[in-house]
């Protein structure tokens, strides 16, 4: 059974559940520019690194460059990312946690929109972001996830 090609009306989403459910994984395609291409593709070796790859290829097609505000197209199963997005790998690979945590509750028909499906995803991109720290031999990356996970508690603590 092949992926569809939306997921959009109940039967789509019922489609794409039940093949996911069985072990589906997309062929997870990066189109952009060169240089938008490559910092993806480091985004996806700390996603290999973590063990976050395998997640994000289940519930994510495709990550295509925009020049417009990056988000989630649930219905095609397609991050939009622009330059700025991707500039910074670490937080790249995070923001990829993130879109794929609302996509993975989209499909499973939860509430994945709104101040408490933002707060789940976000709780995601962070205990990535712990594991990233702990499995990457980089010091450069442990420090950038380090820089990030503090950037997060100072953010919660504003609220």
């Known amino acids: 059974m092949k992926f569809p090609k939306k997921v959009y009306t109940e039967k789509e989403v019922e489609k794409a559940k039940k093949l996911i459910n069985e072990g589906y994984k997309h062929e997870l395609r990066v189109q952009g520019t060169p240089e ?5 593709n480091q985004a996806l070796e700390l996603l290999r690194i973590s063990k976050y790859f395998d997640l994000v290829s ?3 097609k495709e990550i ?3 020049d417009g505000l990056t988000q989630l197209r649930e219905t095609e199963a397609v991050i939009w ?3 700025f997005a991707v500039e910074n790998p670490v937080d790249a690979a995070s923001l990829f946690v993130q879109k794929t945590n609302h996509m993975k509750e989209y499909i499973e028909g939860k ?3 709104g101040g408490q499906a933002e707060k789940r995803s976000v709780e995601k991109r962070i205990q990535f972001l712990e594991v990233l720290k702990k499995e990457s031999k980089d010091k450069a990356i442990k420090n950038e996830c380090k820089r990030l996970l503090q950037m997060w508690e100072e953010a919660s603590l504003a609220y």
């Open 58 to 60: 289940t519930y994510i």
């Open 36 to 40: 938008f291409k490559n910092k993806v």
């Open 81 to 83: 990312a622009n330059k």
């Open 64 to 66: 295509i460059e925009i």
């Open 111 to 113: 509430e994945y929109y």
